[in-house]
């Protein structure tokens, strides 16, 4: 069974860092594009970033530009979401996503998800 859990959600200040992991199993992930959506409320799932199968190349939303980095760990099956200057409109449910691609996939049309993890960042 294919899982995706996410992890290291919570609350923080504006300005503050979070880091989000994904840890992922049932199945090898290294033939995947991995990348990190989020949903707040009242607003429709939203692509964030992604990284390619070999973690040799990225993308992201202008929102997480300069501030977002993603990264992997193909021998931990872990994907990983370091979030510096949080700010209050970075406030949603943030979810992982794997798909079996050689190409980078900025839209949510993903073959496995996670069940989300919390940020809340205050002002």
Same mark, same amino acid.
Request: net charge positive; hydrophobic share 35%.
């Given at each position: 069974q294919?899982q995706?859990?996410?992890?290291?959600?919570?609350?923080?200040?504006?300005?503050?860092?979070?880091?989000?992991?994904?840890?992922?199993?049932?199945?090898?992930f290294?033939n995947?594009?991995?990348g990190?959506?989020?949903?707040?409320?009242?607003k429709e799932?939203?692509?964030?970033?992604?990284?390619?199968?070999? @973690?040799?190349? +990225?993308?992201?939303? *202008? %929102? =997480? $530009? @300069?501030?977002f +980095?993603?990264?992997? *760990? %193909? =021998? $931990?099956?872990t994907?990983y979401?370091?979030?510096?200057s949080l $700010?209050?409109?970075?406030?949603?449910?943030?979810?992982c996503a794997?798909?079996?691609?050689l190409?980078?996939?900025?839209?949510?049309?993903y073959?496995?998800?996670g069940?989300?993890?919390?940020?809340?960042v205050s002002?």
């Amino acid at each position: 069974q294919v899982q995706l859990v996410e992890s290291g959600g919570g609350v923080v200040q504006a300005g503050g860092s979070l880091r989000l992991s994904c840890a992922a199993s049932g199945r090898t992930f290294s033939n995947c594009a991995m990348g990190w959506f989020r949903q707040a409320p009242g607003k429709e799932r939203e692509f964030v970033t992604v990284i390619n199968w070999s @973690g040799t190349r +990225t993308s992201y939303a *202008d %929102s =997480a $530009k @300069g501030r977002f +980095t993603i990264s992997r *760990d %193909s =021998a $931990k099956n872990t994907l990983y979401l370091q979030m510096n200057s949080l $700010k209050p409109e970075d406030t949603a449910v943030y979810y992982c996503a794997a798909r079996q691609t050689l190409m980078l996939v900025t839209s949510n049309e993903y073959d496995y998800w996670g069940q989300g993890t919390q940020v809340t960042v205050s002002s």
